[in-house]
């Protein structure tokens, strides 16, 4: 069974741009997380989707960042008009339920804004 | 505000003896704690989790500790390998946030190092 995918593995950009992030989750899981870790920081809750519900979308530091998922499994992160400090690794999650303990993680995708 | 600290950035300790990774929280609504382990270029996978009704719960070589009135817990690794060599997360959640506890808040890690 393959586990949470994330791609791009790396992307650089420039300010400015807007970049679009993607992530597979594990199938048959209905909830989807994405999280952020800046550099020497732990990691920040950014949106949290289950099933048909409305998205909780609390964690998403500003109005440049947007979410979708679509038909209930993939799902993309867009960042428009990429700043330097949204430079940071971020990553997909997915669980059956959404428990807490089930979350399975996707090894990341490290954008760099310069 | 960080509600959850790793206040030690990295420990190294020899193979065969004990790991400790500490964790402080400041947020007493938090009631369920969790650690995961990270390798380089991989994604976070969960190791061993804790309710706030324990106070000790062990999973082979892994043991958490809860000490709620110091709001600290504690990951033992015994005996250490040096496959355990990895960046240790806590995190932590509350069953009563609103319905949101899925949100997880996470430490900064502890980068530990198993020498051989």
């Known amino acids: 069974g393959a586990g949470v995918s994330q791609s791009p593995s790396n992307k650089v950009t420039e300010k400015g741009k807007d970049v679009e992030l993607r992530c597979d989750p594990i199938?048959?899981?209905?909830?989807l997380y994405w999280y952020r870790q800046s550099l020497g920081q732990g990691l920040e809750f950014l949106i949290y989707?289950?099933?048909?519900?409305?998205?909780?979308k609390s964690g998403l530091p500003s109005d440049r960042f947007s979410a979708e998922r679509t038909g209930g499994s993939v799902s993309t992160l867009t960042i428009q008009r990429t700043q330097q400090e949204d430079s940071a690794v971020y990553l997909c999650a997915s669980s059956l339920r959404p428990l807490y303990n089930e979350q399975f993680f996707g090894p990341g995708t490290r954008l760099t804004v310069l | 505000d960080q509600q959850v600290k790793q206040n030690s950035p990295s420990l190294s300790v020899q193979e065969g003896r004990i790991s400790i990774l500490n964790c402080d929280y400041t947020n007493s609504m938090f009631d369920y704690f969790l650690w995961y382990k990270k390798y380089p270029a991989e994604g976070p996978t969960f190791l061993i989790s804790?309710?706030?009704?324990?106070d000790k719960n062990e999973d082979g070589r892994f043991t958490v500790f809860l000490n709620k009135s110091a709001k600290h817990l504690s990951l033992h690794i015994v005996p250490s390998q040096p496959g355990d060599s990895a960046v240790y997360f806590c995190?932590?959640?509350?069953?009563?946030?609103?319905?949101?506890?899925?949100?997880?808040?996470f430490g900064k890690g502890t980068l530990l190092t198993v020498n051989p």
């Open positions: 989707f289950q099933g048909n519900s409305a998205p909780d």
């Open positions: 804790i309710s706030s009704i324990k």
């Open positions: 995190a932590a959640s509350s069953s009563n946030s609103g319905g949101s506890n899925y949100k997880l808040t």
């Open positions: 199938s048959g899981h209905t909830a």
